[in-house]
């Protein structure tokens, strides 16, 4: 079969299927997960794994559970410090927290000498050398260089808010820096999309229905074969004691004719009928309305179905073309797929991955020109066939001959055993034949799904395999930040800014549309496009940088820029609706509102039992939105006097240097 051709190509996007996919939970990693009744080093672990992850608010929280519990150690002390200050100015410590970050070498000791001592020893420099002028700051930076790398970074990572003046700047330089070189690392382009696939349900396959043979069926087919063996035996036996030598022959010649002609009939009846069974399911024809599935799951994967033939067009097809061509075989698909998931709760994204292969082998075999190659195969070989019809015709007239020879040894009372042979014979024929052909169907079922099921478990293992080494959140985490940093530079160079000019920054980052989304159990949501807001708070006003995030490279798109003086801004909140989803809103005074929808709606089904609060606190704090709020909050509040106090409480940190 060739369909009409066609010089169009059309394939889908890589998103184009979200719209079935609202969020993968992977409920599986517990890196978050801990229990109030969790031990201290337990808490720390959560915590440190928290602060990794973006989420410095809920990290501090474990971290200090674990301190109160009495867990104490370097590696405490460093993440502790790092939380504290993560994400966050001077301004928006409390008076206690101002304290005990002042106190902290008292309550949180050092003990031996290790890398982590070493860490916590030049955050506490760096955080000593912000409040005065005359730190070597050369001299810093050079012991901070020679810190090892996962200290080194993790300073470099938290800190950069918390800093300000001269050293903020070169903290500022070696944070880019780093940024521009590990932003890509980890063959990040190759890896992220793994993060938005959901364990892989195991492969299943419709199983051949059992063999349907009903009670009437073979009482027909025994009662048949008990009248009819009696009475060719009969029918035999007259010949042999009439002695009419050419009827008996005939009657050898019956018999043998019927061994050969039976196996072939029911082999050509066989084919035919699976061939037509086939064409039906296969008929290249568009779709009645009245076929699209009312069932949900089946929907669900007639939808997926129908996007990935859409992407897998062969090349000078039609994408209505192919998808009409392959109508029946998705029909087919879909409903093999739907019954052998419909009776195990497993959510459809958890399978994608069997749908899209079935899909990609429908158009691997239409490239190699097998996809209807069935009929080849299921075509009646001209022996049989012929086999067939000269036994049947042989079986016929030797038939007539040997009961004409019967008459006329027996005479009428040969009738009634004539009339039971053929009434017997006819019944038993036909019974037999649909047992057979039963039989036939079952096992030609089980050898397709043994073939299909040996097809979709070598695919299991090929998709486990690629997803052997799905980053985790903390990857994810890392090179978010490494983005945030590359964008803030761009924003930086196209205002002619170095960073000591900014008074303070801020970043909203929301999903952009319908871009797909997932998180691990109790961590931040993360997406695959991001919709990036950067405020860079300066002296002469606010300048606004935004940008499309595509986090598989990298790469930014759709870049624009705003000013606006501080009197401009006259609100700023967050909407937070009945669905759980919060929406970031800022006011200006012409009536402009910038808006960025933080946490979509809360409508999937939860793996595991969650707090939907607790979700949207982790993803807001991951997303610093406190910090956000916290800078724009008191811009719309106070406008330039927030700037003008903002910059003098700097100032008094450094003395010798005059408020703006």
């Known amino acids: 079969m060739t369909p009409p051709q066609d010089t169009t190509t059309n394939i889908a996007a890589d998103d184009a299927q979200v719209g079935m996919q609202v969020g993968i939970v992977h409920g599986d990693v517990y890196s978050y997960v801990v229990a109030p009744d969790s031990p201290a080093d337990k808490k720390f672990e959560a915590g440190m794994r928290f602060l990794e992850g973006g989420a410095a608010g809920r990290a501090l929280w474990l971290i200090d559970k674990a301190i109160e519990s009495g867990y104490v150690t370097n590696r405490v002390c460093f993440y502790w410090l790092l939380a504290m200050v993560s994400g966050r100015t001077r301004r928006e410590l409390s008076a206690e927290e101002t304290n005990r970050l002042r106190d902290c070498d008292r309550f949180l000791p050092l003990t031996g000498d290790d890398s982590w001592a070493d ?24 012991e901070l260089d020679e810190l090892r790398p996962i200290q080194r970074d993790m300073i470099l990572r938290h800190m950069a808010v918390f800093l300000h003046g001269p050293l903020k700047d070169q903290m500022w330089d070696r944070g880019l820096q780093r940024a521009r070189e590990q932003q890509m690392s980890g063959e990040r382009s190759e890896r992220v999309r793994k ?10 396959v419709r199983e051949a229905v059992p063999t349907r043979i009903s009670g009437p069926t073979w009482c027909k087919a025994v009662a048949g074969t008990l009248v009819f063996v009696p009475a060719a035996g009969y029918i035999g036996l007259l010949l042999i004691q009439g002695g009419r030598i050419s009827a008996l022959l005939a009657y050898i ?44 799951l089946a929907k669900r994967i007639d939808h997926q179905l129908r996007y990935y033939l859409a992407k897998y067009v062969p090349d000078g097809m039609d994408r209505e073309v192919w998808l009409t061509w392959t109508a029946g075989i998705r029909r087919r698909i879909r409903d093999e797929i739907a019954d052998a998931y419909c009776d195990s709760g497993t959510k459809v994204d958890t399978f994608d991955w069997l749908i899209r ?3 990609s082998e429908v158009a691997r075999r239409w490239n190699k020109g097998t996809l209807w190659s069935y009929r080849q195969e299921l075509a009646t070989p001209p022996r049989t066939a012929a086999t067939a019809v000269l036994g049947t015709m042989a079986f016929a007239a030797g038939g007539t001959w040997a ?148 986090f598989d490279d990298g790469t930014f798109h759709d870049r624009n820029r705003l000013n ?44 595991q039992p969650e707090d939907p609060e607790d979700v949207s606190e982790v993803s807001l704090d991951a997303a610093g939105l406190h910090h956000t709020l916290h800078v724009l909050e008191g811009v719309a509040a106070e406008g330039k006097a927030w700037m003008t106090r903002e910059r003098a409480a700097t100032s008094q940190d450094e003395p010798g240097q005059p408020a703006a």
């Not at 993060?195 to 299943?204: D, G, T």
Request: hydrophobic share 45%; with cysteine; aromatic share 10%.
């Open 119 to 142: 860490g916590v020893r030049i955050i506490r420099r760096l955080l000593d050398a912000a409040e005065k002028t005359d730190a070597d700051v050369r001299v810093l930076m050079k």
């Open 253 to 296: 010649l019956c018999v043998a004719a019927a061994c050969f002609a039976a196996p072939a009939g029911v082999e050509w009846r066989f084919r035919s009928l699976r061939r037509r069974m086939l064409d039906e399911a296969y008929a290249p024809t568009p779709l009645p309305r009245a076929d699209t599935p009312s069932d949900p």
């Open 403 to 550: 009961m004409s020879g019967a008459v006329q040894a027996g005479g009428l009372s040969v009738i009634a055993p004539v009339v039971l042979a053929l009434a017997g014979g006819w019944i038993a024929g036909n019974a037999w034949l649909r047992i057979v052909l039963e039989r036939r169907r079952y096992r030609a079922d089980k050898a397709d799904f043994d073939k299909l099921s040996a097809d979709c478990e070598m695919a299991y293992r090929r998709w486990k395999d690629w997803l052997a080494d799905t980053p985790d959140d903390k990857e994810m985490a890392t090179w978010l930040d490494w983005d945030r940093k590359v964008l803030l530079s761009e924003a930086l160079q196209q205002y002619r800014l170095k960073m000591s000019d900014v008074v303070a920054y801020a970043f909203i980052e929301a999903r952009s549309g319908s871009a797909t989304r997932a998180r691990v159990r109790g961590g931040p949501w993360r997406y695959r496009k991001y919709d990036m807001k950067i405020f860079l708070i300066t002296a002469d006003g606010v300048r606004q940088y935004n940008a499309r995030l595509h």
């Open 357 to 359: 292969h079935r899909a």
């Open 564 to 607: 606006y003086r501080f009197e401009a801004v006259t609100a700023v909140h967050v909407q937070q609706a009945d669905d759980n989803s919060h929406t970031f809103e800022l006011s200006l005074m012409d009536g402009q509102k910038i808006t960025a929808q933080m946490i979509g709606p809360e409508l999937e089904e939860q793996q």
């Open 195 to 204: 993060f938005f696939q959901p364990k892989p349900a195991v492969p299943r």
